[in-house]
């Protein structure tokens, strides 16, 4: 569908979890988003990552750590959520930040996350 | 408070029907983009508009921009059940920055 997937699709996890969230882009890009979808809410930009380097953290809680390794990988890692935390979360990429400001962002499918 | 919202939340057609959907966003703009979502999957990109276009068209999807009225439509023509899904659009402040700002959608059914 897209050159961007993500893993796992579902994941249900208790709170005192620790369990992370996969993403990889075969596009060639050098920017990657992790957003996220609550129902009823706007998709929220969490963190933004261009050339390997964090530009963007939207005052996510520290219980979310993102990893960027490289340049096609990013990983979300989750450590004690809460119930709130449940929700669609998506991985972007794009060309490099500046353009995915004026070109299309590829999303990825999305890992549906559920904290008991 | 938000940058883009969408109008309306929902919207019910038959297949054949025309569907208008609206976004209105409150600060200066360097572009606007509309994506579609199908149910529980990730977002694919339909449209970009630039601040300084009034209208665009790729297939059976028309988008103008407003920018005195700070507002956005998408027109889809001819609505084909496929077309079921909910469509965002994003803006992207004026100034550079590359931080999208999402509304909340619009729910498109359309009924065979």
């Known amino acids: 569908e897209t050159g961007v997937t993500q893993t796992p699709r579902h994941l249900v996890m208790g709170m005192t979890n620790k369990k992370s969230l996969k993403c990889e882009q075969h596009l060639g890009h050098n920017a990657m988003y992790w957003y996220k979808q609550s129902a009823k809410k706007p998709l929220e930009l969490m963190f933004v990552?261009?050339?390997?380097?964090?530009?963007e953290n939207n005052s996510v809680p520290s219980r979310f750590s993102p990893e960027c390794p490289n340049s096609s990988h990013l990983f979300l890692h989750l450590h004690t959520l809460q119930p709130e935390d449940s929700a669609l979360y998506l991985c972007?990429?794009?060309?490099?930040?500046?353009?995915?400001?004026?070109?299309?962002?590829?999303f990825g499918p999305g890992t549906r996350l559920t904290v008991l | 408070s938000q940058q883009g919202e969408e109008d309306p939340q929902a919207l019910s057609i038959q297949e054949g029907e025309n569907a208008t959907m609206n976004c209105s966003y409150k600060t200066s703009i360097n572009n606007l983009q509309w994506y579609r979502q199908n149910s529980g999957r990730g977002l694919v990109h339909l449209i970009l508009?630039?601040?300084?276009?009034r209208e665009k068209h790729s297939g059976r999807l028309r988008v103008t921009l407003d920018t005195s009225k700070k507002s956005s439509s998408l027109l889809i023509t001819a609505s084909r059940a496929a077309d079921t899904a909910s469509y965002f659009c994003a803006t992207f402040a004026s100034g550079g920055s590359y931080i999208p700002t999402f509304g909340r959608g619009t729910s498109l059914i359309v009924h065979p």
């Open positions: 990552y261009n050339f390997k380097e964090q530009t």
């Open positions: 972007a990429s794009s060309q490099d930040q500046t353009s995915g400001s004026f070109s299309e962002q590829f």
């Open positions: 508009i630039r601040s300084n276009e």
